[in-house]
């Protein structure tokens, strides 16, 4: 497992952008791959965006943030970004940071996933 910190929340407007950071010190971050997940209060976590270890060569986006959010990495700084252009009300949520050795966990099974971060809040206004 790795400690995780998420940092870049804030309340922005309708068509607004905001970075999202989740930062470790863990030397051996790009042996992981990272997701971004988001969840309300009363409604299930859901998947938002993932990257694969190491060159991050390899991206996968929930539909209703395509073309809207990007994620990349620097491994340089042990960082990975969620980049979100274009926010809209319904993006507002609290979003968490995941890693873990398995991209198909991240993606596939977020239950099995070992590694989360605490949380940073975004709130779109309208």
């Known amino acids: 497992q790795v400690q995780l910190v998420e940092s870049g929340g804030g309340l922005v407007q309708t068509g607004g952008s905001l970075r999202l950071s989740c930062a470790t010190s863990?030397?051996?971050?790009?042996?992981?791959?990272v997701g971004w997940f988001r969840q309300v209060p009363g409604k299930e976590r859901e998947f938002v965006a993932a990257?694969?270890?190491?060159?991050?060569?390899?991206?996968r986006y929930a539909d209703y943030v395509k073309g809207r959010f990007t994620i990349y990495r620097d491994n340089a700084k042990n960082t990975v970004y969620l980049q979100m252009n274009s926010l809209k009300p319904e993006d507002t949520a609290v979003y968490y940071c995941?890693?873990?050795?398995?991209?198909?966990?991240?993606?596939?099974?977020?239950?099995?996933?070992?590694?989360w971060g605490q949380g940073t809040q975004v709130t779109v206004s309208s």
């Open positions: 990257i694969i270890r190491r060159s991050g060569g390899s991206t």
């Open positions: 863990e030397r051996t971050f790009t042996d992981y791959a």
């Open positions: 995941a890693a873990d050795i398995s991209f198909h966990n991240l993606v596939e099974d977020p239950g099995a996933v070992g590694s």
